[in-house]
Antibody, heavy 121, light 108 residues
Framework: QLQLQESGPGLVKPSETLSLTCTVS??????????WGWIRQPPGKGLEWIAS???????YSKPSLKSRVSTSVDASKNQFSLNLTSVTATDTAVYYC?????????????WGQGTLVTVSS | EIVLTQSPGTLSLSPGERATLSCRAS???????LAWYQHKPGQAPRVLIY???TRATGIPDRFSGSGSGTDFTLTISRLEPEDFAVYYC?????????FGPGTKVDIK
């Protein structure tokens, strides 16, 4: 059974960079699933897809966030990461990592529990 | 960007009743690439249905999905106490992938 766990600071100052890591267990990041995603949920709002990364490192991002998003994969640690630059209060949200079922155009079949990131000075 | 609209916003029902949730897309969803997720507070979302009508592994058969094009439906045939939650639809046929605003199913 694949398990995902997000980690990172719970508090980030405005204009700084939000950095999160997702650790995958129960399977290999480069062989059991190939596309890994980040989704967030601002308080009281719905879910928003941020970006997805292929195990080799190619990134696909929501256009409105693309200029601020970067991702990476560390296969040796079975981890993938999200960086979101120049954050504001509107980036406050629960951030989830997840995996696409198979290909890029696929639903998210495994999710982490989520981590709350608050942007505040 | 495909905008998904879900209705109703809240559905108040009793255990044992039938729930019918609607998801409408602003344009046709490619290849019926539509999923339904159940989300409870403090938990990870759980996929129930993908490909508009395929139940995910381990999902009870009281959950069913239907629809194509722009109109999709999630039906819960008989609500169990554990089914009271928020339900989201998501299209993954075109980027950016988008989610609907959710339907909350609460206890009447």
């Amino acid at each position: 059974q694949l398990q995902l766990q997000e980690s990172g600071p719970g508090l980030v100052k405005p204009s700084e960079t939000l950095s999160l890591t997702c650790t995958v267990s129960g399977g290999s990041i480069s062989s059991t699933h190939y596309y890994w995603g980040w989704i967030r949920q601002p308080p009281g709002k719905g879910l928003e897809w941020i970006a997805s990364i292929y195990y080799s490192g190619s990134t696909y991002s929501k256009p409105s966030l693309k200029s601020r998003v970067s991702t990476s994969v560390d296969a040796s640690k079975n981890q993938f990461s999200l960086n979101l630059t120049s954050v504001t209060a509107t980036d406050t949200a629960v951030y989830y990592c997840a995996t696409h079922r198979s290909g890029y155009y696929d639903d998210f079949d495994y999710w982490g529990q989520g981590t709350l990131v608050t942007v505040s000075s | 960007e495909i905008v998904l609209t879900q209705s109703p916003g809240t559905l108040s029902l009793s255990p044992g009743e039938r729930a019918t949730l609607s998801c409408r897309a602003s344009q046709s969803v490619s290849s019926s690439y539509l999923a339904w997720y159940q989300h409870k507070p403090g938990q990870a979302p759980r996929v129930l249905i993908y490909g508009a009508s395929t139940r995910a592994t381990g999902i009870p058969d009281r959950f069913s999905g239907s629809g194509s094009g722009t109109d999709f439906t999630l039906t819960i045939s008989r609500l169990e106490p554990e089914d009271f939650a928020v339900y989201y639809c998501q299209q993954y046929g075109s980027t950016p992938f988008t989610f609907g605003p959710g339907t909350k199913v609460d206890i009447k």
